[in-house]
């Protein structure tokens, strides 16, 4: 049974930083493709990064690239995401995603 527990979330300044983890277990994590989404409240839940299986490919959506950073380590069966740079506007919940599975995520504040 696939299991993902997303961790770090917290309360952030304005451009502030944070590390975002993901503990995952009960399937093979290094042959995954793993991904991040966000969602606000009321609205849909939106892609943020994923990875591929090795941690050589990654891929950031537009409204992120440059400020957040996915990153995978295979022996521990984690994947993070560095946020840097946090803005007021950015959704505040943030899930770790595998296929069709998704943790019940981790919140994150921001404010002054």
Not at 13 to 34: D, I, K, V
Not at 46 to 57: K, L, Q, R, T, Y
Not at 99 to 112: A, E, H, I, L, M
């Amino acid at each position: 049974q696939v299991q993902l527990v997303e961790s770090g979330g917290g309360l952030v300044q304005p451009g502030g930083s944070l590390r975002l983890s993901c503990a995952a277990s009960g399937f093979t994590f290094s042959r995954y493709e793993m991904r991040w989404f966000r969602q606000a409240p009321g609205k849909e839940r939106e892609f943020v990064a994923d990875i591929n299986w090795s941690g050589e490919s990654k891929y950031h959506a537009d409204s992120v690239n440059g400020r957040f950073t996915i990153a995978r380590d295979n022996a521990k069966n984690k994947v993070y995401l560095q946020i840097n740079s946090q803005k007021v506007e950015d959704p505040d919940v943030y899930y770790c995603n595998v296929n069709r599975d998704f943790g019940p995520g981790t919140q994150v504040t921001v404010s002054s």
